[in-house]
């Protein structure tokens, strides 16, 4: 043979074998590859403490399941929409954020995969506050595992109350309306006001407990349709409006420059607002001098009444990998990874157990929040949350300025909402 051609076919040869060794590897590292499972996880944005402790939270969760890597996406806006359209589309991430609020209508429409047959004695079903997992049920079945939850809470700033002779924090309204004429202070001799005695938010989420201290509703259950305007809506409601236009002694953040209650209350515009636990991490990093104390929402009707907010992690229903979804489902939302997740206190815990070893019912701060949750109203109105709460935002906040009378307004509200609900349904 031709030296020269044997040389060539060893090279040749050489190479052959080269790229079987390639091949070899390719296929081992594919072999690798499809054994690892990715799940997609989307929630909405959060402040950067929140985030830096989920991604946390999913690396140790990688790290006790190495053939699952998730891939977690943050939808900045318009949340629900995307949601929404992904699923049209079949685009949807295998797991994803469901506010309470929104839970009705997607569990309605047959696109989450109910829980009941992923959870096993161990995982402790009886330990979660059992208000919170009522909003993610529907005909028995679970749909969605809270994740956390906040009430509501009266933040009062210590300093003022006490240079005016109050100990302690009102009790009932009529008390907080007492302290709030007190509390409210002209700057100059032209009449203008200095400060505040109470924050009034006039957004539905901030005004549905006061219709429930009179026996009102917000929706009729039997029908889904707005039910706001009733004579026992309309006492509850009236609470705030006589407050902000007769006397005088409450303000919305628009009225002081502000972008919210933390807001106004933080930068000493009003003595007294009613907030979330998200608050105190906000006051306390952003205010570490401001001395304030929290207290149950003052009684109103002789009742003790608030709301309570709360988001779970949901499964789409056609999640391709089911049984891992569940497995990441089933960490967040166990004992330990929710004490990771809420132990740094911008967040309460859903499960009771984790409660008590944080020990948040004894802390100064959160332990008014705590104690709402037993009596607290869900924040949750029925499959068409958007016409309702719309239609009595845009309305009430015109009662509030005086540009109609507050019957009148809500009135129309009702119907509006109506109009719209009756054609989303046909």
Sequence with gaps: MN?????FLGILLAFTLLIGISD????????????????KLSGWGASSVEQKLLKQLLQDFELEHPHIRVKYEVINDQYMDVIKTRLVGEAAPDIFYLDALE?????SQNVLEPL???????FDLNDFEQTLLESFKYENQIYGLPKDYSTLALFYNKEMLRKKGFINPPNTWEELRNYSQKLTADSNKNGRIDRYGFGETPELARQAYKIKAFDGKIIDKNTGYAAFASPEALKGLRLAVEQYQQERTSAQKTDVGTNSGSEMFAQGKVAMVIEGNWAIPYLNETFPSL??????????????GTMVF????????KATHKAEAWELISFLTGKEGMEKWTQSGFALPSRNSVAEKLEYDKDDLRSAFIAGVDYAMPWQIGKYPAPIVNNFENQFTSAMLGQQE?????????IQANKQIEMMEY
């Design 116 to 122: 009941d047959d992923y959870i096993k004695p161990e």
């Design 291 to 304: 001395d304030f104390g929290t207290a149950e929402v003052p009684k109103i009707n002789n009742r003790k």
């Design 310 to 317: 709360t988001v779970a992690y949901v499964m789409n229903k």
């Design 406 to 414: 507050l019957e009148k307004a809500m009135n129309k509200a009702k």
């Design 103 to 107: 839970a009705p209508f997607l569990i």
């Design 24 to 39: 070899n590897l390719f296929l081992s590292n594919t072999s690798t590859s499809s054994d690892i499972v990715t799940i």
């Design 3 to 7: 030296k020269k051609l044997f040389s």
